[in-house]
């Protein structure tokens, strides 16, 4: 009589078990995009919401270099892929590039010039269209890197998989 019960308990729960597993698959098969990824910029209107019947059409990716802080005596920075290296001289310092396809990192470099703190970031900024005309911009930091005093140096360097990326989708 125990070993029936025993193996009538370890089917019911099994059964169970595989029909919970069923039923959140089902449940997450039908879920669609409900919202616009959250923006992390500084502006004061939040991004816009997709319906929950939309889908997106494209995505672009842009790239964005940031060297804030103080350098008295100046700065070197250089900043962009492995294939274009552009380059600037003052803090604080802001600049996008649009991604490029079979880029291999993304990166910004910032000598001191003697004294001064400073901290530099990488940005990834997409810009997704929906199919029901919303677009929504997400930004997010994916490298940070901080210098401080005599020549040191704030190199954030972002190696993602997507640092070759320019646009997704129709």
Do not use: C
């Not at 919202?35 to 939040?46: E, Q, V």
């Not at 250089?78 to 310092?93: C, E, I, Q, R, W």
């Not at 996008?96 to 901290?119: E, F, M, P, R, S």
């Not at 901080?146 to 040191?152: I, K, M, P």
Request: no cysteine; charged share 15%.
């Amino acid at each position: 009589m125990q070993h029936k019960t025993r193996t009538r308990l370890g089917i019911g729960a099994g059964v169970v078990i595989i029909a919970s597993i069923i039923g959140g698959i089902a449940g997450n098969s039908t879920t669609a995009p409900t919202s616009a990824a959250p923006s992390s910029s500084p502006s004061s209107s939040p991004s816009p919401k997709a319906s929950e019947k939309s889908y997106i059409v494209s995505e672009t990716i842009r790239w964005g270099y940031r060297v804030t802080g103080s350098a008295p005596y100046g700065v070197d920075i250089t900043y962009g892929n492995d294939s274009d290296h552009l380059g600037a001289s003052a803090v604080p310092f802001y600049a996008t590039l649009h991604g490029k396809a079979g880029a291999l990192y993304q990166q910004v470099y910032a000598q001191l010039n003697g004294a001064g703190d400073i901290t530099a970031k990488v940005y990834k900024i997409t810009t997704a269209r929906y199919s029901d005309g919303i677009t929504a911009h997400h930004r997010e930091v994916v490298a940070t890197a901080h210098a401080t005093g005599g020549y040191n140096i704030a190199h954030a360097e972002y190696f993602g998989l997507d640092a070759g990326l320019s646009h997704v989708g129709g």
